[in-house]
């Protein structure tokens, strides 16, 4: 498959443990937010997202948490499975722009 | 199945040498967008189309063209590809621009071209 990238932040998790990826955004009107992952060989797949108005959104095995105060957002990974080896992004869309822009990347590596 | 497909997934050519790479999607969507993925860059949107006949340049528009005919095929052209133009290509889809009532944007699995 292909490397999205050789300089990405690596978070290392033993399997059945918590992940916490996290993201800072850089746009306060942002209006709504995005966690994507992306397996080797494919494109982003959409997780979670989560609206300004809003700081705590939760999905299966997921949460993801927004602190407006400090433009922070970040991705909560409940009992990792190896399936969850990935890298996560973070995306803000802005409404006024109709602009989604995305951060970085974290690799997540779980290990057995 | 809903889905967004590209071709080729894998170029290698060389400078100045004209390629398209299309992109195509059966959501009925009327969003489309083309970026560019590199190490340490995150993903770039290179240019954007609202809908059929209507495109927009996005961050990193130059040495790209774009056109939208039709709803479904939304093909990026590299008129003459430079080697900085080396890349992971991506083409996405959502039924509006505006992410809203859950709305997301579908990615294809990618494109690598390669120019030497």
């Known amino acids: 498959g292909e490397s999205v990238g050789l300089h990405l932040p690596t978070l290392s998790v033993q399997e059945g443990d918590n992940s916490i990826i996290n993201c800072a955004y850089s746009n306060s009107a942002s209006d709504y937010f995005i966690w994507y992952k992306q397996e080797s060989g494919k494109g982003p797949q959409f997780i979670i997202d989560?609206?300004?108005?809003?700081d705590k959104r939760q999905g299966q095995r997921v949460t993801v948490l927004l602190n407006k105060t400090v433009k922070h957002l970040s991705l909560q990974i409940a009992a990792t499975q190896p399936g969850d080896s990935a890298v996560y992004f973070c995306?803000?869309?802005?409404?006024?722009?109709?602009?989604?822009?995305f951060g970085t990347g974290t690799r997540l590596q779980v290990t057995l | 199945e809903a889905q967004v497909t590209q071709n080729p997934r894998y170029l290698i050519t060389v400078t100045g040498k004209k390629l398209t790479v299309t992109c195509s999607q059966n959501?009925?969507?009327?969003?489309m967008s083309w970026y560019r993925q590199d190490p340490g860059l995150g993903l770039r949107q290179i240019y954007y189309?609202?809908?059929?006949?209507?495109?927009d340049k996005g961050d990193v528009p130059e040495g790209y063209k774009v056109s939208r005919k039709e709803k479904r095929n939304f093909p990026l052209i590299l008129e003459s590809p430079s080697p900085n133009q080396t890349s992971l290509y991506f083409c996405?889809?959502?039924?509006?621009?505006?992410?809203?009532?859950?709305?997301?944007?579908?990615f294809g699995p990618g494109t690598r071209l390669t120019v030497l």
């Open positions: 959501m009925n969507h009327e969003y």
């Open positions: 996405a889809s959502s039924l509006t621009p505006g992410l809203a009532g859950g709305d997301t944007q579908y």
């Open positions: 995306a803000e869309f802005t409404g006024t722009a109709s602009k989604l822009t």
């Open positions: 989560i609206r300004s108005n809003m």
């Open positions: 189309s609202m809908n059929v006949e209507v495109t």
